[in-house]
Each structure stands twice: as structure tokens, then as C-alpha cells.
């Protein structure tokens, strides 16, 4: 009996035609783990439509690694973020490439409640994720990252930091 793989494709896969061009076409990094940068980015378009409606906040922390001009130093780092930051995140909350190779993003879904909505959650989230890059980075690595977050509710999303693509 043959077994039939059967994956989630993107909305680029959907349109393909082309049978290896659809099987190189990936859900996740293989490397990393992270979400690939079209799936991610349409996740977070998504996302900001629930937290609008819903009114329940989410947030989303963008890791620049544009200043690591070395590909392979860059995938290294963000290849400890994500083992570091799996002590950080849930099941719902959703990791991959907002920028391809050099802006992580990480959606912190599925908060509700009025404690949710407070700015002390966030800074207990950002200072875990902080904490654990600080403690297991030397000082020039952590230095050279550069983190920013944002809250999805309201369309304050809007205008998201981007990494230079020089």
C-alpha cells in the first residue's frame, strides 16, 4: 500500500502548476523550524483581523538578524532562538520568517482576559525572552541582535520594522 504525503500548502503552491516546483515550495524551514516567509506574513495578516475583531490582544516580537552578514552565522543564531525561545512559547503561539533569513517573528496568540490586555503581560514575556538571549549569548552575538514588539490589536501593525535588504 503506498502512502500519499499530504502537506499544507501556501497560497504561492496553490497557484503552481509545475509537480516539483509545488514539492521544493515548504511549509517550515528545515533548518530552523520557522514558518517560511509568505506563510508567516499572511498568518500575521490573519491574526490582526482576530485580535480587531475579538478585541483579545496578541503580540508579535520581530528578531533583526540583518547584521549578521554571514548566512550560516545567521541561520546558527536563529537556530539557538528558536531551542531558547521553545522554553518561552506555547502550541498557539506561531514562530517563522517575516523577512526571509533575517527578521524572526514570533505571533504570542490566544491571550484573553483583562490581565491580557495589560502592558505588565508583555513586559513578562519580553524580559523571559530577553533573560534566556542574554543568558545563553555572548555580549557582541546579543549586542548585534536588534528586537522590537508590537501589539496586533487596534492596527497598531501597520507600519512593521523591516530589515534592510541590501
Known amino acids: 500500500m503506498k502512502v500519499r504525503k499530504i502537506t499544507w500548502l501556501n497560497t504561492k503552491a496553490r497557484g503552481q502548476k509545475n509537480r516539483r516546483e509545488l514539492d521544493q515550495i515548504l511549509l517550515k524551514d528545515s533548518q530552523t523550524g520557522l514558518y517560511n516567509e509568505e506563510y508567516f506574513n499572511e498568518f500575521l495578516a490573519l491574526e490582526k483581523k482576530r485580535c480587531e475583531r475579538s478585541e483579545d490582544p496578541a503580540y508579535?516580537?520581530?528578531?533583526?538578524?540583518?547584521?549578521?552578514?554571514?548566512?550560516?552565522?545567521?541561520?546558527?543564531?536563529?537556530?539557538?532562538?528558536?531551542?531558547?525561545?521553545?522554553?518561552?512559547?506555547?502550541?498557539?503561539d506561531i514562530?517563522?520568517?517575516?523577512?526571509?533569513?533575517?527578521?524572526?517573528?514570533?505571533?504570542?496568540?490566544?491571550?484573553?482576559?483583562?490581565?491580557?490586555t495589560s502592558l505588565p503581560v508583555l513586559r513578562r514575556i519580553a524580559y523571559k525572552c530577553l533573560w534566556l538571549l542574554e543568558t545563553n549569548?555572548?555580549?557582541?552575538?546579543?549586542?548585534?541582535?536588534?528586537?522590537?514588539?508590537q501589539s496586533l490589536q487596534n492596527g497598531r501593525i501597520l507600519e512593521i520594522h523591516q530589515a534592510n535588504k541590501s
Do not use: C, P, Y
Request: charged share 20%; glycine share 8%; hydrophobic share 45%.
Open 137 to 149: 549569548l555572548n555580549v557582541e552575538t546579543f549586542s548585534r541582535i536588534q528586537i522590537s514588539w
Open 95 to 116: 514562530k517563522g520568517w517575516h523577512v526571509d533569513g533575517s527578521v524572526i517573528g514570533i505571533m504570542f496568540t490566544e491571550m484573553t482576559g483583562k490581565e491580557a
Open 60 to 92: 508579535l516580537m520581530l528578531a533583526d538578524l540583518s547584521f549578521f552578514t554571514d548566512v550560516s552565522e545567521r541561520l546558527t543564531i536563529a537556530q539557538l532562538m528558536m531551542g531558547l525561545f521553545s522554553e518561552v512559547t506555547r502550541d498557539t
